[in-house]
Structures are given as structure tokens and as C-alpha cells.
């Protein structure tokens, strides 16, 4: 039974097209992660959300954009995809963040841009 | 946040125990060693997790050191199913809400 559930598994969008990812959780967490890992990297993130109150890493392109309509759904907003942001985008969440809590990963979106 | 140091890849046989190192000097007396695991193309996927003692759980042994510089993931019997990218993390709750931050991780291969 999928807890975290990112569609699509693929995306492929055009240089400089709008696109979103989704996720949605089952678990009913109050935190929910937006990752970016490139081939062969680490997962990096991008910005979290706790309940409402949204989170940026400071080092997130402004081209990156997140909204958490409800506490089940959360999408990444990239609004003039480039080249470089091909990668997968990892979804996740956590009850409420703490350090001896366990974080729960979608099955991830693998976008391509041409 | 406090750093911690992996080797890049280990190869195992199958069927033998792996452990995993993993080096953390300048972990804080707070801070939790996290372990996860990421299987080609899926998302990563929780371990096991401790703060001193040893821990147990279906899929794996966590040792700890006594001073916590250091600790070690055990694989008891590995698979094929247990080749993934195996990263260590603290957890600790500086940058607020607790975020959880990867590094590179170990890449196990198993040999059949």
C-alpha cells in the first residue's frame, strides 16, 4: 500500500514549459519534502513545508515553486524548466520532522527536459 | 550541520554478512545516526535509526561506538536485493524543522 504517491513517474517537458509534479500521502504527516537528485548525486532539498509554514534551502532557484493545497497534497512548480533541472524529484514526508522520526519516500518523478 | 564520512562503493558476496561504516567525529550528544537506503530508481527508504545503544530490526543491525564517532550498518546475510546506494545521516535539529540532509552514501554491490 503506497503512503507517499508522486505522479507521473516520468515527465518530459520542454526547454522553458511550465511544469508540476505532484505528491500525495496517506500517513496524514505534517511535513512534507520536495528532493532533487541528479544522476549519481545525493538527493539534495529543495524546500519542505511544515503544515503550512513553507521552507526554502537557500541555495533553491527561484525557478522552483511549491504548493501544499491541503495536508495531503504538495506540488513542485518549475516554471521555465532548463536543461540542468533534468533529474528525478523525490517526494517525502515526516510526522513532524524530529530527529527520531523516520522519513517516508515516493517511488519519485523522473523528468526530462529537451 | 555535523558531517558524515562513507566509503564510496563496497562489494559483498551474497549470502555473507557487509558491514557498513560509517565516520561521524563531530557528532553532537543530541544527534541521531539515521540510515536509509535508495535501490536503483526508487526513492530512498528507511533503515534503522539509534542514538547510543545498538539497535535491531528485520532488515538490519546498527552498531554504535561507545564516544558515537563512528557506527556501523549490518547486513546479516546480503541479497541481491540489498545492492543500493546506503547513506548514513545525523539528524539533529539545527536549520529548523529538522531537515534531513544526504551525502554521498556507500554503493554496495552484490556478488552473486
Known amino acids: 500500500d503506497a503512503m507517499v504517491i508522486q505522479n507521473p513517474r516520468y515527465q518530459v517537458t520542454q526547454f522553458g514549459k511550465p511544469v508540476t509534479l505532484s505528491c500525495s500521502q496517506t500517513?496524514?504527516?505534517?511535513?512534507m519534502y520536495w528532493y532533487q537528485q541528479k544522476s549519481s548525486q545525493a538527493p539534495k532539498l529543495l524546500f519542505h513545508?511544515?503544515?503550512?509554514?513553507?521552507?526554502n534551502e537557500a541555495d533553491t532557484p527561484d525557478n522552483f515553486q511549491s504548493r501544499r493545497p491541503n495536508t495531503s497534497f504538495c506540488f513542485l512548480d518549475i516554471r521555465s524548466p532548463g536543461l540542468g533541472d533534468a533529474a528525478m524529484y523525490l517526494c517525502?514526508?515526516?510526522?513532524?520532522?524530529?530527529?527520531?522520526?523516520?522519513?517516508?519516500f515516493g517511488s519519485g518523478t523522473q523528468l526530462s527536459v529537451l | 550541520d555535523a558531517k558524515t564520512t562513507q566509503p564510496n562503493s563496497m562489494e559483498s558476496n551474497e549470502e555473507e554478512p557487509v558491514h557498513l561504516p560509517c565516520n561521524h567525529s563531530?557528532?553532537?550528544?543530541?544527534?541521531?545516526i539515521h540510515w536509509y537506503r535508495q535501490l536503483p530508481s526508487q526513492g530512498p527508504e528507511y533503515v534503522i535509526h539509534?542514538?547510543?545503544s545498538n539497535v535491531n530490526n528485520r532488515m538490519a543491525s546498527l552498531a554504535i561506538a561507545e564516544d558515537r564517532k563512528s557506527s556501523t550498518l549490518i547486513l546479516h546475510r546480503a541479497t541481491l536485493r540489498d545492492a543500493a546506494v546506503y547513506y548514513c545521516?545525523?539528524?539533529?535539529?539545527?536549520?529548523?524543522?529538522?531537515?534531513?540532509?544526504f551525502g554521498i552514501g556507500t554503493k554496495l554491490q552484490v556478488i552473486p
Open positions: 517525502a514526508t515526516s510526522f513532524t520532522g524530529g530527529r527520531n522520526e523516520k522519513l517516508f
Open positions: 500517513l496524514n504527516h505534517n511535513v
Open positions: 513545508y511544515y503544515d503550512k509554514d513553507f521552507n
Open positions: 563531530t557528532i553532537s550528544g543530541t544527534d541521531y
Open positions: 539509534g542514538l547510543t
Open positions: 545521516i545525523l539528524r539533529d535539529d539545527s536549520g529548523g524543522y529538522q531537515k534531513v540532509t
